[in-house]
């Protein structure tokens, strides 16, 4: 992919969560995230109207790796307040082993209607073994009114569109404590030599760790390893070198992969990281390393926008306060601004009317708007840990602390899509995850980890 496609991309998904994230200041924010009327009875987001159509008590099943309560609630709760006065229920379940079990509905024949895909490169795939359907011209029509191109094209495989963005991710965002910070005597580094010099510092001085790591995940254990290693590359290396090791032109076995692998395994020492399992490989990625940091066992967690969804019940943010939870930006290396992004895409198992329905609606922006305030409202008013790039949402369901994710995301130099995520799925979600555990545990190098990872590659 030609650098001035890949920059016109960044700019078009910064675009698009900057129109998230804005609005009219003399619009009043509305308490109601359903659809309001029009005096025709139409939709006034341009969906159907509740008396247009009648589903006769239909059933919609989507399944996805979102498991924590105020999401699962908040996708269902948005779903059936819409559809249910149309005849329709809709019922999600997360699932921690997400990535094994739908591959075992799919074999077995007894898939659900609906799932969420976290990567695109699995998602293709499915698409190429003819499992999953290519999406309607409506739902297409959904999707380009709301989502900025950049967004949906990774989720177009040979030509049609199986996919429905339905969640944004940040990337590449450090969470910490700025008044324990300034009480220790610590500053927010700018740039990564500073991250690392802060790091040695802050080990040299005992006490609380620097770091706080997990990645444990079920079947997934070993994504937040691949999580950083993309991190790195993209420090390290730049965009264009990114896009070839995606593509496979540059192997994993390539002496700059090793680099970025062998970075991340220097920073995870038992001096640096505090691991609430006892070894970061049994150490779940979410609750517990949320709750260390809020415990001040460490200093300083590497994570995504959703990770603010997962500390205690009364955590602050933002707010100045003593243990108000901040976040700055991973700094770069080369002063390039890269930032890491990812999402969730919507696909559908088959073509019935009830399930392109579904889909059209999940790429509204008023979808995202409900899940939000509903995900919200489930967390009593904290952050939800939820984000959406869809043009046209209220921003008011957006709380400061998710306005810095959208900043950080559209003062980006350049963005790319989650690395892992777009590869072969026997890669991506599979060896990249098993032989990055294998390093994190010391089982072996990352000279060795690159050399399987790379014998995985499909021909």
């Known amino acids: 992919m030609k650098q001035s496609l890949l920059k016109l991309l960044a700019v078009l998904f910064a675009f698009a969560l900057i129109a998230a994230a804005c609005g009219d200041d003399d619009d009043d924010a509305s308490e109601d995230t359903g659809s309001e009327e029009t005096d025709e009875g139409e939709s006034s987001d341009g969906d159907m109207a509740e008396g247009d159509v009648d589903f006769g008590g239909a059933e919609v099943t989507i399944t996805g790796s979102e498991r924590d309560d105020p999401s699962v609630a908040a996708i269902n709760d948005a779903l059936n307040e819409h559809f249910e006065p149309l005849g329709l229920t809709?019922?999600?379940?997360?699932?921690?082993?997400?990535?094994?079990?739908?591959?075992?509905?799919?074999?077995g024949g007894n898939p659900p209607d609906i799932s969420l895909f976290p990567q695109p490169g699995k998602l293709a795939d499915f698409a190429r073994a003819g499992d999953i359907v290519p999406l309607t011209d409506e739902v297409?029509?959904?999707?380009?009114?709301y989502w900025a191109p950049g967004l949906s094209s990774v989720v177009n495989v040979d030509g049609e569109q199986y996919g429905v963005p339905v969640k944004s991710d940040?990337?590449?965002?450090?969470?910490?404590?700025?008044?324990?910070?300034?009480?220790?005597?610590y500053e927010v580094p700018t740039t990564y030599d500073d991250f690392v010099a802060l790091v040695d510092e802050m080990a040299a001085a005992g006490g609380s760790k620097p770091l706080c790591v997990g990645i444990e995940s079920g079947t997934a254990t070993g994504w937040m390893f691949t999580d950083w290693v993309e991190d790195m590359m993209l420090r390290l290396?730049?965009?264009?070198?990114?896009?070839?090791?995606?593509?496979?032109?540059?192997?994993?076995?390539?002496?700059?992969?090793?680099?970025?692998m062998q970075a991340v395994k220097d920073l995870w020492t038992e001096e640096n990281v505090f691991a609430a399992g006892g070894t970061i490989s049994a150490t779940n990625?979410?609750?517990?390393?949320?709750?260390?940091?809020?415990?001040d066992d460490c200093y300083m967690v590497r994570h995504s926008n959703f990770f603010a969804g997962l500390f205690p019940e009364?955590?602050?943010?933002?707010?100045?306060?003593?243990?108000?939870?901040?976040?700055?930006?991973?700094?770069?290396?080369?002063?390039?601004?890269?930032?890491?992004?990812?999402?969730?895409?919507?696909?559908?198992?088959?073509?019935r009317p009830e399930t392109m329905a579904v889909l059209e609606y999940m790429a509204t922006a008023d979808y995202a708007q409900s899940r939000q305030a509903k995900q919200s409202a489930e967390l009593d008013g904290n952050l939800s840990g939820f984000l959406s790039a869809a043009k046209g949402q209220d921003p008011s369901v957006y709380q400061p602390l998710e306005q810095q994710f959208l900043d950080i995301l559209s003062s980006a130099d350049f963005v790319r899509f989650d690395g892992g995520d777009l590869m072969p799925a026997d890669v991506g979600s599979g060896s990249f995850w098993s032989e990055g555990t294998a390093l994190t545990n010391g089982d072996i190098t990352a000279e060795e980890a690159?050399?399987?990872?790379q014998a995985t590659w499909p021909e």
């Open 237 to 260: 290396h730049g965009g264009d070198v990114y896009d070839q090791w995606i593509s496979n032109e540059v192997k994993f076995d390539d002496p700059r992969v090793i680099e970025a």
């Open 285 to 295: 990625f979410g609750a517990p390393v949320a709750e260390a940091l809020a415990a």
């Open 90 to 107: 809709v019922t999600f379940a997360g699932d921690a082993d997400w990535e094994a079990n739908i591959n075992t509905q799919v074999q």
């Open 170 to 185: 940040l990337k590449g965002i450090v969470f910490y404590k700025p008044a324990r910070f300034e009480a220790d005597g």
């Open 314 to 351: 009364g955590t602050v943010f933002a707010d100045g306060s003593e243990d108000a939870i901040d976040v700055f930006y991973f700094p770069d290396i080369n002063g390039d601004g890269p930032v890491l992004s990812a999402g969730n895409f919507a696909t559908a198992f088959n073509d």
């Open 450 to 453: 690159g050399a399987n990872i």
């Open 140 to 145: 297409v029509a959904a999707i380009d009114e």
